[in-house]
């Protein structure tokens, strides 16, 4: 239903009361049993409630539509007042209200707990919603201490959070060349401090980031070129060292591919490529690209070392192919003997009858002998 909207329901007694029927209370009728109702129904009002991460772990019930169409979005500068429970109403924390400053933080730079974060980037100016947030996204299994009391652990959290103010990240086409540059080295440099630290998912979204204020050549001079080349192979290489490690090898693969399709020689991106064509047991492609990687490199440590596992590799998928074979034929040569020797059984079958009719003519000649 819509808001406002008004209808007549006739309900089934098996989606209403039943056989069983309801007693008469505070002045309301009885209901007798298997009774048909007829419902005059207005829908005055509804709060919307968002599945913010997808999984049912983060909900935002919207108690205030916000102004607008805009959200905060990842890498918003958000300000935003709070109030933090537990599920029992516990206040364990406050913000922008009773006296305290507000909370500005920016959105996907895990300054705030996760399902904060996440919620925050959905909201517009002016929205005030209530949160409910699986420890999973909040404090996980520790015990936290805030300023009006202590977390137990695995506790699910409730925020009433109203979005003050928001100041979006500015999109690449905003900016001048030499701010597109800076803003790219810069979020590389944030996700070299990401992958460093093993945070592997967030580092991925930085290069995937950087990469895209420098995706566009033909807005570059000449001189800018080689520099935006160079950056953007970069970034590229290191999303897919990203991609390695999260087990993302097709990822990885075309992010290698598309550094290739720029710079066919790069050995990183040949050699990187090959570990994941490893991985997804494409060993013909690991095979080539190794093979080109040490025509342009031949004394790389690290390539040379990563033929040796693929020979490893091949040796074993050789070993596994040859007993799949080795059995297969044996079946087959058993079903073959198996076939020969049910024809040899017909055929004695069929010699012994032709001996028994033999016999039995000789018989009927022998008798008219007599």
């Known amino acids: ?117 996440s919620a925050a980037a959905t909201m517009k100016i002016g929205e005030r919603a209530i949160l409910t947030i699986n420890p999973e996204y909040g404090f996980g299994n520790f015990e936290v201490k805030k300023d009006l009391a202590t977390i137990p652990p695995s506790s699910v959290l409730l925020y009433e959070v109203e979005m003050l103010d928001f100041i979006k990240e500015r999109p690449p086409w905003e900016m001048n060349n030499q701010v597109k540059i800076e803003t790219a080295c810069r979020k590389k440099e944030e996700g070299n401090i990401l992958f460093k630290s093993g945070k592997y998912q967030r580092a991925a979204k930085k290069y995937d980031k950087a990469a895209d204020y420098v995706v566009e050549e033909g807005s570059f001079g000449d001189d800018e070129q080689k520099l935006v080349k160079s950056l953007r192979a970069s970034c590229w290489l290191n999303g897919a060292a990203c991609g390695l490690k999260l087990d993302d090898f097709q990822g990885a693969i075309s992010l290698c591919s598309k550094v290739l399709d720029i710079e066919f020689n ?88 032709d001996e028994d009719y033999v016999a039995m003519e000789m018989e009927k000649v022998a008798d008219s002998f007599c």
Do not use: C, W
């Open 1 to 117: 239903m819509k808001r406002g909207e008004k209808v007549k329901l006739i309900v089934q007694p098996q989606y209403a009361f039943g056989e069983e029927g309801k007693e008469a209370s505070d002045g309301i009728h009885p209901v007798p049993p298997n009774s048909v109702l007829n419902i005059d129904l207005e829908l005055v009002s509804f709060k919307p409630v968002v599945d913010v991460t997808g999984d049912s772990k983060v909900f935002k019930k919207i108690l205030k539509e916000g102004e607008g169409t805009l959200v905060a979005n990842e890498g918003a500068t958000v300000t935003i007042s709070y109030t933090a429970s537990l599920q029992d109403g516990t206040v364990f924390e406050k913000k922008g209200l009773d006296g305290e400053q507000p909370l500005q933080f920016i959105t996907d730079e895990e300054q705030v707990i996760a399902g904060l974060d």
């Open 266 to 353: 790069n050995v990183k991106a040949l050699y990187r490529r090959a570990q994941a064509y490893m991985q997804t047991a494409d060993l013909v492609s690991a095979e080539l690209d190794i093979k080109k990687a040490l025509e342009v490199d031949p004394q790389n440590r690290e390539v040379k070392s990563l033929q040796t596992a693929l020979k490893q590799l091949q040796a074993e998928s050789n070993k596994r192919d040859a007993k799949l074979y080795s059995n297969m034929f044996a079946r087959m040569t058993k079903q073959t003997s198996v076939g020969i020797k049910k024809l040899k059984v017909e055929k004695s079958e069929d010699e012994k009858k």
